[in-house]
């Protein structure tokens, strides 16, 4: 096992596993981007690229939030353009990050027009061609951070509509959930919440899959007598074999 540890941590290395921007179809877009002085057009601007690249553009407020999205904040990506101050150029940077603070997408623009609403246009134009179109997975289920309403909503047929399959596992420390995602991915999360510990997907070897962590590690798990098992990363380099014995 410890070789296959090696050969797939060498594959990690030239591919990337950490979700992607594509991965949403919901991104929040503040009212002001707070770094500039003025609004130069960049707010109509970057939602309408985002809204041509099949992205539903919603508020920080959460009030008005489509169910499925109020149901698991982490179905929600955060998008902001930073002001990348420059005495000779416009320069500014776009940010995507998920509903753990993570940054998953950074893209900087730059242009020589020294006006700022022209500039900042053309920089803006720039950073954006490294954001993909919208190609949504599966939504996650409900968590703890539903967001209650007087009119309640059918969220029941909204998470159904993702079916997860859901187990329990514990390594003496942490109890943790197993939700099925789809067939290639499933999450580990504390009991009770959808954050994950850890996110499962398939390799092209049976019950063996790229692992990646809450601190933004990535190793492998697989199964092994009906428990899933983890190689935990050391500081020395090394891999320590973590066991979640299934409940």
Known sequence: MKKLSILVMAI??????????????????????????????????????????KYIILPIIKDNWPSEAKINYCNVI????LNDKSIFKNKLILQFKDCNNNLILESKGSSNIKEFEEGLGEALKLALIKVPASNPV???PASGNTVQNSSPEPVVAVASATTPESSNY?????????????????????????????V??????????????????????????GNIVIDIPQTDGRYSKEIFAAK
């Open 12 to 53: 990690c290395s030239t591919m990337a596993f950490a979700q992607k921007v594509s991965d949403y179809k919901y991104v929040a877009v503040p009212e002001k981007f707070q770094t500039f002085n003025g609004d130069y057009g960049l707010k109509n601007s970057f939602v309408k690229a985002l809204t041509e690249r």
């Open 78 to 81: 955060t998008a902001d353009v």
């Open 138 to 140: 599966a939504l996650l």
């Open 170 to 198: 514990s390594n003496g420390k942490l109890d943790l959930q197993k939700i099925q995602i789809d067939p290639s991915q499933f999450i580990l999360a504390k009991s009770g919440s959808s954050v994950p510990f850890a």
């Open 200 to 225: 499962f997907k398939a390799t092209s070897k049976n019950a063996v899959f790229l692992v990646k962590m809450a601190d933004g590690n990535t190793t492998i798990g697989y199964f092994e007598n």
